[in-house]
């Protein structure tokens, strides 16, 4: 996407709080394009919510351009910046009820109290509440607290839309029930957002694009799929689903994102990998539900790379059955396969592993 | 956001400075009337007490400690500062030995009157001193409720002396700002918890020495915090001494407001004034000496 | 039995409390001029002197105008000061908030006597200027210190809303800050008020001959003689703080915002 169509483009921004040495953002830079819902990824405290809150004006960036529309907004303060935003704890006004929350922003747009008035309702309409209209916000459940503040931030028609862990709150039927409802109603009024997520199936589930933040950094940028089958590090690989990790030696570059690597448990292996990595600090990544297993004494010849060993944990999570194998001193890897009583393994069952090379992906180490 | 920051970045000025525009507003007003209202006149005070009461008693500006020689050198106010030492002290002790109870017993309490309780405790806080002062005077008078009714009974032929003395001053005020120290009690005691005397209760030790070895240690600080404010409290106390000393119990703070509307000697009553002070910070010295020892 | 004991000792130190407010209320109805309690023929003669004598009316009216005063202009100095070191981050902000505590950990009499100086030379006492500058400082802590408690426990994202959609610092306070932390601010001003009335030594100090309070009234009063007239006269002033304290609870809470 060149920078050019983009509707939010966010340039070497960097955070340093006072009084601590190391930056909380770090050079971060990141293009949304119009109508995009972008997840920022990143377990707590790598500085994914202190760049939406750059974003939003509601912290002074150290250094760098946030660029809305073309034009760099860090000097413009918070309530110009006409954004949008749900917060985390909602941030509902206590004291107001909630058509009077939703007209909050088109009130201090100067909008006649009647226009006003209508805009919320049809806000409220849009998220199935505004049979709740007089209510206060102490008197809803926190699912509709949540609706609510996505009705007051959008009802302003924002140029951005900022989520900050908007369904961390929620118990768990709610927050998938909720995904949807923002990724539709999100989608249909075209509103670029930009969301703060440590939830990596909200982000997969949600997001066009995720960036995954780690000690203010991004390691990655790049659509859901990408992230989880071609993850750029090792810390995507293990942050975004499940990950085993086999070391490698004797890493030969064959194409652009071709390799050839040696492996102690499946031989020699063609794979495909992170372009221009350091062939001395990688890993090779494979999926949990890519191993395929076979007991040892009914297996049969495969083409494919194989190695044996011994179950030593088994855990059942209902429709996903998962087994730890030992293959060496070194090597205990992860397999999940869907429930099936026919290849029910036990602790103790000496089985053999297979995986399709080219579901594989060598990743970078750092 | 620090002036360091501020100044290491240009481009954001306009936006910062207007956050220092706010906070300049924000602050003027509550600063300009502190200023006014209590740094000027603590300020003034201490220049104060540099200068020399002339012979004739007019004011002598100048840069000198006469005042406090006139003070320290005469022994009357070596008695005033006895007095003064004496009467924080015996409240402050007084206080402590009768809020104890009371307090241990507002923390453990599960009554349903448990709110009233306390609020009955700390009620005569939101009475004025004079009102309270002035029942004092009716119980503790020559003629008051304690000596008419012993009188009255034929315990005794002629008044006891309750008031216009240290002894009926003291009663008063430990009274007055026994409040005080509940409620630090009642802070300071929150940590306290039952399942620990019930530890060591279960291991064997009796009542007495739960109490010695477990309760009361843990107690300390908040004890230390209610005697300090007691005792800081009685001695910059001025009505009830007035009051129900009669003009015959002389303190610092009295003796304060006698040379600085009586004798006029404004030096002298600033250079008392800082003396008052001296003991006050000494207090609260030895105070967080104390806490620290208990805390650290 | 160290039960029973126990039991003793909190009654007779619950009586020592109350024994003054107990000793003040039988007197207020002193059917003598005695300073004892002698109810042998009750009468409501004190209440009806103590309500004709002219200088504790007027005393009245001035502690209770420089009480609403002192009230309000501690409330507009000091919250803005409070909203600054909740909401700001600047340096000496430690120094600020220590500042604006101090004047409690100094002794009414030394305060008093700074203010008598800088007072006499500009003729400021017996005013009411005079006063209300006075009570400024031993009020604005306890108003500051409830703000704080209500703005320190609020919800900041709240305020961050607002200014997200749309709102500028001002509105941001009028609409959300404000309404949410009145709490605080009405335990405040009620606090401010009941100490400036009830303020007897800075008064003292600065009254001179002119305006005096209440508080000052009283103490002058029974410098020179006790009867029960002033017994009469601090059961209704009891009896006024009991109702403002009673219907501030009812409102606010005051008890939650005292425990800070």
Redesign the interface.
């Known amino acids: 996407m060149s920078i050019h169509t983009a509707h939010l483009s966010i340039r070497n921004l960097q955070k340093t709080y006072p009084k601590t040495t190391a930056p909380a953002v770090d050079d971060v830079c990141l293009d949304v394009a119009e109508g995009e819902l972008v997840a920022l990824l990143g377990p707590s405290g790598c500085g994914k919510t202190t760049t939406l809150r750059m974003v939003a004006g509601l912290l002074d960036p150290s250094a760098g351009e946030i660029v809305v529309n073309g034009k760099d907004v860090v000097s413009t303060p918070v309530h110009k910046r006409r954004m949008g935003m749900v917060f985390q704890s909602y941030a509902l006004f206590p004291h107001m009820n909630i058509a009077e929350n939703v007209s909050f922003g088109l009130q201090m747009r100067r909008l006649s109290r009647a226009e006003a008035a209508k805009k919320a309702d049809e806000a409220l309409d849009m998220v199935q509440l505004g049979h709740l209209r007089d209510r206060r916000p102490a008197e809803l459940s926190g699912g509709q607290q949540q609706r609510v503040a996505l009705a007051r931030a959008l009802v302003i028609e924002p140029t951005l839309l900022l989520l900050d862990e908007p369904l961390s709150n929620l118990d768990a039927k709610l927050r998938e029930a909720m995904r949807h409802e923002i990724r539709s109603i999100q989608q249909r009024l075209g509103t670029t957002t930009l969301f703060v997520t440590h939830d990596q199936d909200e982000a997969l589930d949600m997001a066009d694009r995720i960036a995954i933040l780690n000690n203010g950094r991004i390691e990655q940028y790049a659509p859901p799929s990408e992230v989880y089958d071609r993850p750029a590090t090792r810390f995507v690989a293990n942050f975004v689903g499940k990950a085993n990790f086999l070391d490698v030696e004797n890493v030969e570059k064959l194409g652009n994102d071709t390799y050839r690597v040696k492996t102690n448990e499946f031989g020699v292996l063609e794979v495909r990998g992170v372009d221009g990595l350091d062939p001395t600090r990688a890993s090779l990544v494979v999926r949990p539900h890519r191993l395929t297993t076979t007991r040892v004494d009914e297996s049969v010849k495969s083409s494919r790379p194989a190695s044996i060993g011994e179950v030593i944990a088994t855990s059942y999570t209902g429709n996903v059955q998962s087994y730890e194998v030992r293959l060496n001193e070194s090597a205990v890897l992860r397999v999940d396969q869907l429930t099936d009583t026919l290849r029910d393994l036990r602790m103790g069952d000496r089985v053999q592993l297979t995986f399709d090379p080219a579901e594989a992906y060598l990743v970078s180490d750092e | 956001m620090t002036l360091t920051q501020m100044g290491s970045r240009k481009r954001t000025t306009g936006f910062r400075s207007r956050r220092r525009w706010e906070l300049f507003g924000l602050l003027f007003p509550g600063l300009l009337g502190i200023f006014v209202g209590f740094v000027l006149p603590v300020f003034v005070m201490f220049r104060m007490s540099l200068n020399t009461h002339g012979t004739g008693g007019q004011l002598v500006e100048s840069v000198s400690l006469g005042a406090y020689r006139d003070a320290l050198t005469d022994p009357f106010y070596w008695e005033v500062i006895g007095n003064t030492l004496v009467l924080g002290l015996g409240c402050g002790a007084a206080a402590t030995v009768l809020s104890y109870p009371l307090a241990l017993f507002l923390v453990r309490t599960t009554s349903k009157w448990k709110g009233v309780l306390i609020a009955l405790a700390i009620a005569p806080l939101l009475t004025s001193a004079v009102a309270r002062t002035y029942g004092w005077i009716a119980i503790l008078g020559d003629q008051g409720v304690i000596n008419d009714s012993l009188m009255r009974i034929g315990v005794l032929d002629a008044p006891i002396q309750l008031s216009n003395n240290l002894l009926g001053t003291t009663i008063a005020l430990v009274e007055i700002l026994m409040p005080y120290a509940i409620l630090a009690m009642i802070s300071g005691f929150g940590r306290i918890s039952p399942s620990l005397e019930e530890a060591a209760g279960s291991l064997g030790a009796s009542k007495l020495k739960t109490f010695v070895r477990i309760t009361l240690p843990l107690s300390l600080p908040g004890v230390f915090t209610g005697f300090l404010l007691v005792f800081v409290l009685a001695i910059s106390s001025f009505v009830t001494p007035r009051l129900l000393g009669g003009g015959r119990v002389f303190i610092l703070a009295t003796e304060v407001y006698n040379e600085a509307t009586q004798t006029l000697n404004w030096p002298l009553a600033s250079a008392l004034s800082v003396i008052l002070l001296v003991v006050f910070g000494l207090m609260i010295a030895v105070y967080q000496r104390l806490i620290a020892k208990f805390e650290g | 039995m ?1 039960k029973f004991f ?1 039991q003793v ?2 009654t007779v ?2 009586l ?6 107990i ?2 209320v039988l ?1 207020s109805f002193n059917g003598s001029a ?4 002698d109810l042998g023929s009750p009468s409501l003669q004190w209440y009806a002197s103590m309500l004709m004598n002219e200088g504790f009316i007027e005393g009245a009216k001035v502690s209770f105008i420089t009480a609403s005063i002192v009230a309000l ?1 501690v409330l ?3 919250v ?2 409070a ?2 070191i909740a909401r ?4 000496g902000r430690s120094f ?1 908030s220590g ?2 505590l ?2 409690l ?14 007072f006499q030379p500009i003729a400021l006492t017996g005013t009411y200027a005079g006063i209300i ?5 031993i009020t ?1 802590p306890y108003v500051i210190r409830t703000t704080l408690m209500s703005l320190t426990t609020s ?1 900041v ?2 305020e ?10 001002w ?2 306070f009028r ?2 800050t404000l ?2 932390i009145s709490p605080g601010l009405i335990a405040g001003a009620v606090m401010a008020f ?1 100490i400036s ?2 303020e ?2 800075i008064s ?2 600065v009254a001179g001959a002119g305006r005096t309070t209440l ?1 000052v009234e ?2 002058r009063y ?2 020179y003689r ?1 009867d029960p007239g ?2 009469a ?2 059961v209704i ?2 009896a006024i ?2 109702v403002i ?1 009673i219907v501030v609870e009812r409102a606010v809470g005051l ?1 939650k915002v005292m425990n800070s």
């Not at chain 3, 961050?160 to 610092?169: I, L, M, Q, R, T």
């Open positions: 160290w126990n000792l909190v130190v619950y020592f409390l109350l024994a003054p407010i000793a003040v007197i005695k300073l004892s309690i202009v507009c100095f000091g803005p000061v909203l600054a700001y981050d600047f340096r600020v500042l604006f101090s004047p950990l100094v002794p009414t009499v030394v305060l008093g006597l700074g203010l008598l100086l800088v500058i006075a009570h400024f400082g604005v919800d994202s709240c961050e809303a607002a200014k997200v959609h749309g709102a500028n610092s509105e941001t609409r959300v309404p949410i009941i009335f009830d007897a030594v003292l100090f508080p009283m103490f029974l410098q006790s002033v017994a006269l601090s002033l009891i703080s009991v304290v008890r």
